[in-house]
Each structure stands twice: as structure tokens, then as C-alpha cells.
T-cell receptor, first 118, second 111 residues
Framework: DSGVTQTPKHLITATGQRVTLRCSPR?????VYWYQQSLDQGLQFLIQ???????AKGNILERFSAQQFPDLHSELNLSSLELGDSALYFC?????????????????FGAGSRLTVL | EDQVTQSPEALRLQEGESSSLNCSYT??????LFWYRQDPGKGPEFLFT???AGEEKEKERLKATLTKKESFLHITAPKPEDSATYLC????????????FGKGTSLLVTP
């Protein structure tokens, strides 16, 4: 158990629908990252939050949005779902210290949420 | 544009047959290079971080090395339990703290 909790583990839905994926970071970690993993693209960075604020954006579609709440858990909202959105969605967390400036930023990943869009 | 390329895509070894996985990268300033292991249906698990050319790190049968353009993950006398996908990731200087991953090398070690 990595300490990063993701729910649900599996989700099957239809095109055009909206889903919410939830992530609880490791205790003490203030940063949360969302990644999408598909067979052909590998792990793609979507978005990062630090202590409730958006810090960095990657290849996140406009149909996708995320937020981090005061208790530090995060949610990734996926709307108007398409077949191509079927993938594994991973959440990762990391701690923030001055040492992170030198690159000592290890991401700890959850077990992922597998989304299937039919 | 930052790029991370891993080779080979897949590798099959017999138990005890040593080999190396390659990760070549192009980034605008490297703050760190990371190796992760991913088992099927699970999240990536951290193995190593390397920060500067010439650095090496070891863990059991694995040794990671770093040059200015690539990193190698050497696997010595592998066992079947080493079978997994090995992911390389870079932390560019202009990326905030999000890692940029390669597509991975899928390793199968047979008895």
C-alpha cells in the first residue's frame, strides 16, 4: 500500500456521460498530480495541485477538470466522455520542502482508476 | 520539446541473464531522472533518482547510471519476480514538479 488512495478502482460508463475520480494523498503530502495512462501513449501528465491551488497543467482536455479540497483530497472530473478516454487514471502525491527545489521530488502513485467508456 | 525515449519496448530474458534498459532524453535542463517499476494493474513504484552525470545507484539486482543524454538500468542475474514494466521519467527545469515519462520497457524473465 503506497498510502495514496484512489476510488473507484473500476468504472464503466457510456459515451457522453460524466464521471468523478477521487484521490486521497499520502499523509503529509501537499501536492497531487493526475496522470492518464493508455496503451499507446504511456503515462501522460494532466494537472498538478499544491495545497488547493493549481500549479501546473499538462495535456489536459477542456472536458476534464480537477480540484483539490481543503482536506487535500483531489477530484478529477471527466465530462462528455468519448471512447478514447478509456484509460487508467493515476493520482500521485509528493511532499514539498526546500529540498524539492533541487529536484528531490519523488512522486508516490496510487493503484489507479480504470475507466472504460462504451 | 522535452522527450524521453526508452528502448527496447520489450525484453525477454532467461533467469540469470543480465541485460540493460536504455532511457535517452532531451530536456531543457535536467533537475532529476527517475526510474519506476510498474506491475500489471498497479501504480508505478519508485526505484531511483539520479541528479547528475556520472551518478550511479544500486538496489538489489538493479543499478541505474546517468550520462548527459541517457540513463541505463542494468539488471544483473534477474529473477522471474523482476518481470515488470520499467519506466523512466525526467524532471525538466521548467516543468514545475511534474515528471515526464517514457513509454517504458516491458521485461519478462523466464525460469
Amino acid at each position: 500500500d503506497s498510502g495514496v488512495t484512489q476510488t473507484p478502482k473500476h468504472l464503466i460508463t457510456a459515451t457522453g456521460q460524466r464521471v468523478t475520480l477521487r484521490c486521497s494523498p499520502r499523509s503529509g503530502d501537499l501536492s497531487v498530480y493526475w496522470y492518464q495512462q493508455s496503451l499507446d501513449q504511456g503515462l501522460q501528465f494532466l494537472i498538478q495541485y499544491y495545497n488547493g491551488e493549481e500549479r501546473a497543467k499538462g495535456n489536459i482536455l477542456e472536458r476534464f477538470s480537477a480540484q483539490q479540497f481543503p482536506d487535500l483530497h483531489s477530484e478529477l472530473n471527466l465530462s462528455s466522455l468519448e471512447l478514447g478516454d478509456s484509460a487508467l487514471y493515476f493520482c500521485a502525491s509528493s511532499g514539498w520542502t526546500s529540498a524539492a527545489i533541487s529536484g528531490a521530488n519523488v512522486l508516490t502513485f496510487g493503484a489507479g482508476s480504470r475507466l472504460t467508456v462504451l | 520539446e522535452d522527450q524521453v525515449t526508452q528502448s527496447p519496448e520489450a525484453l525477454r530474458l532467461q533467469e540469470g541473464e543480465s541485460s540493460s534498459l536504455n532511457c535517452s532524453y532531451t530536456v531543457s535542463g535536467l533537475r532529476g531522472l527517475f526510474w519506476y517499476r510498474q506491475d500489471p494493474g498497479k501504480g508505478p513504484e519508485f526505484l531511483f533518482t539520479l541528479y547528475s552525470a556520472g551518478e550511479e545507484k544500486e538496489k538489489e539486482r538493479l543499478k541505474a547510471t546517468l550520462t548527459k543524454k541517457e540513463s541505463f538500468l542494468h539488471i544483473t542475474a534477474p529473477k522471474p519476480e523482476d518481470s515488470a514494466t520499467y519506466l523512466c521519467a525526467v524532471l525538466p527545469s521548467n516543468s514545475g514538479y511534474a515528471l515526464n515519462f517514457g513509454k517504458g520497457t516491458s521485461l519478462l524473465v523466464t525460469p
